[in-house]
């Protein structure tokens, strides 16, 4: 029955042709093979944010007088709408680690490298757009952490020299968090970012299909030399079996998750209250958040913040740029470039439990 | 007979597997498609958002009297006044935070904690309240009595 | 602009112009000192030492001299003056130093006239003297004695203000130091037969926190109790009025009991007894019991009618007190499992709102008065509690749900497993 609807689609959209491709995909089956599974981790993760935001639009309001008790709503009146809320929570902070944990096994992996350069850059602005995805995502149950995360968050961006206050006046709707706020991160929430993810990761997946999966330098070099020592697995249907696999686990993890330790509500967001002392970002931003605390006030004639927040945009546009630094020739260049991936782990993970631990 | 022989361990491994995968495929999409539809129907309450409440039932309260409802986390006052009306108001003493009540033997609000009186209006008249009771709008719909925030201007 | 043909007229107009300039800068420079009226008093007395320096500053803040009122208002004399022996003559009025036994009928002169007042600020009050005579202060200091406070021992004198005014010695939040002033001082009141450690127990009292800490001007004062102008104590039979003023209904229960008949016939004096005067404290449960807090037990002989009464008000207090918390218990331990509870939340306040509505109840010292109220508020513990228990269940099905889901997961794990292995043998 499954040839034959194969059959009725390939008579009329040329099938066969079409999922070539994908029948002869291979992936290079080596010790270091699953990493290759953290990006069919994070798709699989956005796919379950997709739905389950789905289902949380049919009962969430937007606004400031509604957001709250809408959530309150599904949380205790919809049947299941606990589930659905706790997953979505939990399915976007392991999509976002997901996603940083993907992009730094291809730092290390090196799997950047001509020609998967536009892969890496689409990459990362992915990445960018994820953590978009969970600043705006984070206000919208309107509750006092997430008012005031936003609050500073925002006023952070505003540090910015000469583009700075209209950035945030842009993100806020307005000089202060407001409802506007609150609508205008619910559209970005709902349909920019999705619209600009959509986009770029059909560009990064079909930019893998086309151009393969990248295997270590060092093994490159070994299979080069001698190709019958390569290993490689069918991505149809032995690699996408294991993939179903883990994304099985992840799927009991999200539901072990959302069941042992559903999502908070919160105390609903009041502007007039001052902030509760020791505020902090969502972990994935502790990182920025902390560096931007331990830098003094002042550094030469320039305001700290001012210097962190500008360092911090030019890191992350290096960062996009990463592979052109690297070309085939000169080995010193790669060696930084080795270093700078472990510097850059080990400052990330030792500045978020920083973040995490300080008051 | 042998062709027999050696099919058997492996259609049995075979039904093993068709079992394992097929059953458990099927009960765990169960157990995602049952949460799922459960949750697209709508529940009985329905949600009219923070800024409204069914306080009462329509033949629910007597004239002259009160009845004490609760409106997002705080409790609200509902009064049916002699004359058929209603009206609504916060029923958090602006003193110190005890629950007032409707008082038909003075056609007043009153706190039993310190004394404090409220006029119909939540205007505070006498004791140690020092700001008025909030004033909600009140709407008749069907048989249900609405209250609702009043709209900001 | 009319063209001048006589060239004796810009001559005239300039004149004219200089004069008129002359006469304003006249006015202007002399007018400086007081508002309306001229005051060259405080020319000297500005920059006199103490006591006899009043600033211009500390003087503009007087709520006499913002009226328009002069140092001459009540010291006589002649402020229009700048000669010393003119402003200060006897023909001029001048009075010198007020004599302190003088003060309240000077003030009185002005402040006992309603006509006088109505032209300043017509609901203003104008009884004080007559209340004032009839206080422990009026009455000693009738009888000669000047210790006694008089008007501008409370009200300072050359920067009084208006007891609206939050700096005012006499604004509610400041009364307690003023009157502190002599009835804190052991050695000022040396000679009187009245305790002063009034000021040290109301500033630990409850009504303390509230008025000057938590800012509630509804809270009592010294004033408030004693009165201001008038100020006597309320006396013994009399307390319970006072107190009632605000805690209405303790005060109706308590008329109606059988305390207040045994306390009037044995002269004591109502709610202070179990409650103190100057230094009331929040009450507890711990009043109805056998420790060192316990009141009833100072007089009520233990075994006795009235003890076990007492027993028994205290364990149904107790008892709903209790039900409360473990109600309370339950719902945090649901909320932090992530149910949501908040409708069983409000109905706690309920049930705090019925405790509150017992211990009122008590000052009837009537047992079955006051087990109505513990009942009701059972009930409604009794509600929340089971609405906790519901959401604990709730939260097990939870998971057993997710153990179900689990289990078919694994068998779809199993599954994949051996699929791949089978595929790949």
Same mark, same amino acid.
């Given at each position: 029955?499954?040839?034959?609807?194969?059959?009725?689609?390939?008579?009329?959209?040329?099938?066969?042709? #079409?999922?070539?491709?994908?029948?002869?995909?291979?992936?290079? @089956?080596?010790?270091?093979?699953?990493? *290759?599974?953290?990006?069919?981790?994070?798709?699989?993760?956005?796919?379950?944010?997709?739905?389950?935001?789905?289902?949380?639009? #049919?009962?969430?309001?937007?606004?400031?007088?509604?957001?709250?008790?809408?959530?309150?709503?599904?949380?205790?009146?919809?049947?299941?709408?606990?589930?659905?809320?706790?997953?979505?929570?939990?399915?976007?902070?392991?999509?976002?680690?997901?996603?940083?944990?993907?992009?730094?096994?291809?730092?290390?992996?090196?799997?950047?490298?001509?020609?998967?350069? #536009?892969?890496?850059?689409?990459?990362?602005?992915?990445?960018? #757009?994820?953590?978009? %995805?969970?600043?705006?995502? *984070?206000?919208?149950?309107?509750?006092?952490?997430?008012?005031?995360?936003t609050k500073v968050g925002t006023e952070i961006t505003g540090q910015v020299p000469v583009v700075g206050k209209p950035m945030m006046i842009f993100l806020r709707g307005g000089e202060e968090v407001t409802?506007?706020?609150?609508?205008?991160? %619910?559209?970005?929430?709902?349909?920019?970012?999705?619209?600009?993810?959509?986009?770029?990761?059909?560009?990064?997946?079909?930019?893998?299909?086309?151009?393969?999966?990248?295997?270590?330098?060092?093994?490159?070099?070994?299979?080069?030399?001698?190709? @019958?020592?390569?290993?490689e697995m069918r991505f149809l249907p032995n690699f996408l079996l294991r993939e179903l696999m883990a994304w099985y686990v992840a799927l009991g993890v999200l539901g072990a998750l959302a069941a042992v330790?559903?999502?908070?509500?919160?105390?609903?967001?009041?502007?007039?209250?001052?902030?509760?002392?020791?505020?902090?970002?969502?972990?994935?931003?502790?990182?920025?958040?902390?560096?931007?605390?331990?830098?003094?006030?002042?550094?030469?004639?320039?305001?700290?913040?001012?210097?962190?927040?500008?360092?911090?945009?030019?890191?992350?546009?290096?960062?996009?740029?990463?592979?052109?630094?690297?070309?085939?020739?000169?080995?010193?260049?790669?060696?930084?470039?080795?270093?700078?991936?472990?510097?850059?782990?080990? *400052?990330?993970?030792?500045?978020?439990?920083?973040?995490?631990?300080?008051? | 007979?042998?062709?027999?022989?050696?099919?058997?361990?492996?259609?049995?491994?075979?039904?093993?597997?068709?079992?394992?995968?097929?059953?458990?495929?099927?009960?765990?999409?169960?157990?995602?498609? &049952?949460?799922?539809?459960? &949750?697209?129907?709508?529940?009985?309450?329905?949600?009219?958002?923070?800024?409204?409440?069914?306080?009462?039932?329509?033949?629910?309260?007597?004239?002259?009297?009160?009845?004490?409802?609760?409106?997002?986390?705080?409790?609200?006052?509902?009064?049916?006044?002699?004359?058929?009306?209603? +009206?609504?108001?916060?029923?958090?003493?602006?003193?110190?935070?005890?629950?007032?009540? &409707?008082?038909?033997?003075?056609?007043?609000?009153?706190?039993?904690?310190?004394?404090?009186? &409220?006029?119909?209006?939540? +205007?505070?008249?006498?004791?140690?309240?020092?700001?008025?009771?909030?004033?909600?709008?009140?709407?008749?719909?069907?048989?249900?009595?609405?209250?609702?925030?009043?709209?900001?201007? | 602009?009319?063209?001048?043909?006589?060239?004796?007229?810009?001559? =005239?107009?300039?004149?004219?112009?200089?004069?008129?300039?002359?006469?304003?800068?006249?006015?202007?420079?002399?007018?400086?000192?007081?508002?309306?009226?001229?005051?060259?008093?405080?020319?000297?007395?500005?920059?006199?030492?103490?006591?006899?320096?009043?600033?211009?500053?500390?003087?503009?803040?007087?709520?006499?001299?913002?009226?328009?009122?002069?140092?001459?208002?009540?010291?006589?004399?002649?402020?229009?003056?700048?000669?010393?022996?003119?402003?200060?003559?006897?023909?001029?009025?001048?009075?010198?130093?007020?004599?302190?036994?003088?003060?309240?009928?000077?003030?009185?002169?002005?402040?006992?006239?309603?006509?006088?007042?109505?032209?300043?600020?017509?609901?203003?009050?104008?009884?004080?003297?007559?209340?004032? !005579?009839?206080?422990?202060?009026?009455?000693?200091?009738?009888?000669?004695?000047?210790?006694?406070?008089?008007?501008?021992?409370?009200?300072?004198?050359?920067?009084?203000?208006?007891?609206?005014?939050?700096?005012?010695?006499?604004?509610?939040?400041?009364?307690?130091?003023?009157?502190?002033?002599?009835?804190?001082?052991?050695?000022?009141?040396?000679?009187?037969?009245?305790?002063?450690?009034?000021?040290?127990?109301?500033?630990?009292?409850?009504?303390?926190?509230?008025?000057?800490?938590?800012?509630?001007?509804?809270?009592?004062?010294?004033?408030?109790?004693?009165?201001?102008?008038?100020?006597?104590?309320?006396?013994?039979?009399?307390?319970?009025?006072?107190?009632?003023?605000?805690?209405?209904?303790?005060?109706?229960?308590?008329?109606?009991?059988?305390?207040?008949?045994?306390?009037?016939?044995?002269?004591?004096?109502?709610?202070?007894?179990?409650?103190?005067?100057?230094?009331?404290?929040?009450?507890?449960?711990?009043?109805?019991?056998?420790?060192?807090?316990?009141?009833?037990?100072?007089?009520?002989?233990?075994?006795?009618?009235?003890?076990?009464?007492?027993?028994?008000?205290?364990? =149904?207090?107790?008892?709903?007190?209790?039900?409360?918390? =473990?109600?309370?218990?339950?719902?945090?331990?649901?909320?932090?499992?992530?149910?949501?509870?908040?409708?069983? !939340?409000?109905?706690?306040?309920?049930?705090?709102?019925?405790?509150?509505?017992?211990?009122?109840?008590?000052?009837?010292?009537?047992?079955?008065?006051?087990?109505?109220?513990?009942?009701?508020?059972?009930?409604?513990?009794?509600?929340?509690?089971?609405?906790?228990?519901?959401?604990?269940?709730?939260?097990?099905?939870? !998971?057993?749900?997710?153990?179900?889901?689990?289990?078919?997961?694994?068998?779809?794990?199993?599954?994949?497993?051996?699929?791949?292995?089978?595929?790949? =043998?």
């Open positions: 029955m499954f040839a034959a609807l194969l059959h009725w689609l390939d008579e009329r959209f040329d099938w066969d042709d #079409l999922t070539a491709p994908l029948r002869h995909k291979t992936v290079p @089956s080596h010790r270091l093979s699953y990493w *290759y599974f953290l990006g069919g981790i994070t798709l699989f993760l956005f796919v379950i944010q997709v739905l389950t935001g789905i289902l949380l639009l #049919l009962y969430y309001r937007p606004g400031a007088n509604e957001a709250f008790e809408s959530v309150q709503y599904i949380m205790t009146r919809v049947r299941f709408g606990w589930l659905v809320r706790s997953i979505h929570s939990w399915s976007a902070n392991l999509m976002i680690f997901t996603a940083f944990a993907h992009m730094f096994s291809v730092l290390f992996l090196k799997a950047y490298r001509k020609p998967r350069e #536009l892969t890496w850059v689409t990459g990362v602005i992915l990445l960018f #757009l994820v953590m978009g %995805f969970g600043f705006s995502g *984070y206000l919208l149950p309107w509750n006092t952490l997430a008012f005031f995360a409802g506007a706020t609150l609508t205008r991160f %619910f559209g970005f929430h709902v349909a920019v970012l999705p619209g600009l993810v959509t986009v770029l990761l059909l560009l990064h997946v079909l930019l893998v299909q086309r151009l393969g999966m990248s295997v270590p330098p060092k093994l490159e070099v070994q299979w080069t030399a001698n190709p @019958s020592a390569k290993r330790f559903p999502w908070n509500l919160g105390v609903k967001a009041d502007p007039f209250v001052s902030a509760p002392a020791g505020i902090k970002p969502e972990w994935y931003f502790l990182f920025m958040f902390q560096t931007l605390k331990l830098i003094p006030s002042k550094v030469w004639f320039i305001d700290g913040e001012v210097l962190g927040v500008l360092a911090f945009g030019l890191v992350g546009l290096l960062w996009i740029l990463l592979p052109f630094f690297e070309s085939d020739q000169p080995s010193h260049m790669k060696r930084w470039i080795t270093g700078l991936s472990v510097f850059a782990l080990a *400052y990330v993970l030792g500045m978020s439990v920083y973040g995490y631990l300080a008051k | 007979m042998t062709a027999d022989l050696l099919s058997q361990p492996e259609t049995t491994r075979r039904r093993v597997i068709e079992f394992f995968l097929g059953g458990g495929l099927l009960a765990s999409f169960a157990s995602f498609i &049952y949460p799922v539809l459960r &949750y697209l129907v709508p529940p009985a309450v329905v949600d009219l958002g923070g800024d409204e409440i069914v306080a009462a039932k329509l033949n629910e309260l007597k004239p002259n009297s009160g009845k004490i409802f609760r409106f997002g986390s705080r409790p609200g006052l509902l009064i049916m006044n002699s004359d058929g009306t209603y +009206r609504a108001l916060s029923a958090t003493c602006t003193h110190l935070g005890c629950t007032v009540q &409707y008082r038909n033997d003075l056609r007043e609000i009153w706190c039993a904690c310190h004394n404090g009186i &409220y006029d119909l209006n939540g +205007r505070n008249v006498s004791g140690p309240p020092p700001r008025p009771l909030d004033v909600f709008d009140v709407h008749v719909r069907g048989d249900e009595i609405v209250v609702s925030r009043k709209r900001e201007a | 602009m009319a063209i001048l043909r006589n060239k004796l007229r810009p001559f =005239s107009a300039a004149l004219v112009g200089l004069a008129g300039f002359v006469v304003i800068a006249v006015c202007l420079v002399y007018g400086q000192s007081s508002g309306q009226t001229k005051n060259s008093c405080l020319d000297c007395h500005s920059a006199l030492p103490d006591p006899l320096g009043v600033t211009q500053e500390k003087f503009s803040q007087d709520i006499h001299a913002q009226k328009g009122l002069t140092c001459a208002s009540c010291h006589g004399g002649d402020p229009t003056s700048d000669d010393p022996d003119k402003a200060m003559s006897k023909k001029a009025g001048w009075r010198g130093k007020i004599d302190r036994k003088q003060i309240p009928e000077l003030c009185g002169s002005c402040h006992s006239d309603p006509a006088y007042i109505r032209q300043f600020n017509p609901s203003l009050r104008t009884d004080q003297l007559g209340q004032y !005579r009839t206080s422990v202060h009026g009455k000693r200091f009738a009888a000669g004695d000047t210790k006694v406070a008089v008007c501008t021992d409370c009200h300072s004198v050359h920067d009084l203000r208006a007891p609206g005014d939050l700096r005012s010695t006499v604004n509610p939040v400041n009364v307690a130091n003023t009157c502190a002033r002599c009835h804190a001082d052991a050695d000022y009141m040396k000679g009187y037969s009245i305790p002063t450690d009034q000021f040290a127990k109301y500033s630990a009292s409850v009504h303390h926190q509230a008025l000057a800490v938590r800012g509630d001007l509804s809270a009592p004062t010294c004033s408030t109790c004693h009165g201001n102008h008038g100020a006597a104590p309320p006396g013994i039979d009399k307390v319970q009025n006072v107190c009632s003023n605000c805690h209405a209904f303790q005060a109706q229960m308590y008329e109606k009991s059988t305390h207040k008949k045994a306390f009037d016939a044995a002269s004591l004096p109502g709610c202070v007894v179990c409650h103190g005067n100057h230094g009331i404290a929040h009450p507890t449960d711990a009043y109805l019991g056998t420790g060192p807090e316990a009141v009833c037990m100072r007089c009520h002989t233990p075994g006795d009618k009235c003890d076990q009464a007492r027993a028994g008000l205290q364990s =149904s207090l107790s008892q709903l007190d209790e039900a409360i918390r =473990s109600s309370d218990q339950v719902l945090r331990v649901a909320e932090s499992s992530g149910m949501e509870v908040s409708e069983a !939340r409000l109905g706690q306040d309920q049930a705090q709102d019925s405790l509150t509505k017992a211990r009122v109840t008590i000052h009837s010292f009537r047992t079955d008065l006051v087990d109505q109220d513990i009942q009701a508020g059972l009930k409604i513990a009794a509600t929340n509690l089971q609405a906790g228990k519901d959401a604990m269940v709730e939260r097990n099905y939870r !998971r057993l749900g997710l153990g179900i889901s689990i289990v078919a997961i694994g068998i779809v794990l199993a599954g994949l497993r051996l699929y791949i292995k089978k595929i790949e =043998s």
